[in-house]
């Protein structure tokens, strides 16, 4: 399954505001997939000079992070489709067969 993340504003945030919103992004994943879904959580990242939070998952498509993100109250500014470079052959092959990006409403 390919990788995503979900850019969202987090201001003023610290470490505390970034683990409260990493909890809900894993909690939301972990619902997301007992009912059947295919979202699971890898990690949250913080950028606080541009005020940035970014959740990263896998899944089998951007609706379905963009579902788990609304569960879980994470309303983002977009979804893109993400590659680890640990492993980049596989990755880049994912990329090519699914869209790029995907907006949140």
Do not use: K, W
């Not at 990788?3 to 003023?12: N, R, S, V």
């Not at 997301?32 to 541009?50: H, I, K, N």
């Not at 959740?55 to 788990?68: C, K, L, R």
């Not at 993100?69 to 470079?85: C, D, H, V």
Request: with cysteine.
């Amino acid at each position: 399954m390919p990788d995503y993340c979900l850019e969202l504003y987090l201001a003023g945030g610290s470490q505390a505001a970034l683990e409260e919103a990493a909890g809900r992004a894993r909690a939301a994943a972990e619902s997301f997939g007992a009912r059947g879904g295919s979202v699971r959580y890898l990690r949250s990242t913080y950028l606080p000079e541009d005020e940035t939070c970014l959740h990263f998952f896998t899944a089998a498509s951007g609706e379905d992070v963009a579902e788990a993100a609304r569960q879980a109250g994470l309303t983002g500014n977009r979804i893109t489709r993400s590659i680890e470079a640990d492993q980049p052959s596989r990755r880049v092959h994912e990329l090519r067969r699914a869209p790029t990006e995907r907006r949140v409403p």
